[in-house]
């Protein structure tokens, strides 16, 4: 039961790394702070990794009802942190779109067309 407590104790600590990560990267997100999403994206994979391995030493039905609760926590702060994501990639898509559709505008001043007496051209 000693061993199992101590694998506990690393997991948590593992969760506590993790879920700092993710506030970090949910609040620069929210205030538009500048991020390096590699960096961080970088240390939530070698997150997950470092879980994983010690998972591996958990016996799953000797959770207890702490490790349970930090791990809901996790799941609760990894979904928000996914939606500010999803939020953040959806508006460096629109805003992707205005300025590629600003520099198509600018490529033509209207004086030529894209078709010529109804045959477009290959552009």
């Known amino acids: 039961m000693r061993e199992f407590n101590t ?21 620069a997100l929210r205030s ?35 490790l349970r609760e930090r791990l809901g926590t996790l799941k609760s702060r990894l979904e928000e942190n996914s939606r500010v994501l999803s939020l953040h990639m959806e508006a460096a ?3 992707s779109g205005i300025i590629a559709q600003s520099l198509k505008d600018a490529e033509s001043d209207g004086t030529y067309g894209s078709s010529v007496n109804g045959v477009k051209s290959g552009r």
């Open 7 to 27: 694998v506990e104790a690393v997991l948590i600590q593992a969760i506590n790394r993790l879920e700092g990560i993710l506030a970090g990267e949910t609040e």
């Open 93 to 95: 898509s629109e805003i």
């Open 32 to 66: 538009g702070r500048r991020i390096d999403l590699s960096e961080v994206t970088n240390c939530k994979n070698q997150s997950l990794l470092e879980m994983t391995r010690i998972s591996r030493g958990l016996d799953p039905s000797a959770v207890t009802p702490v």
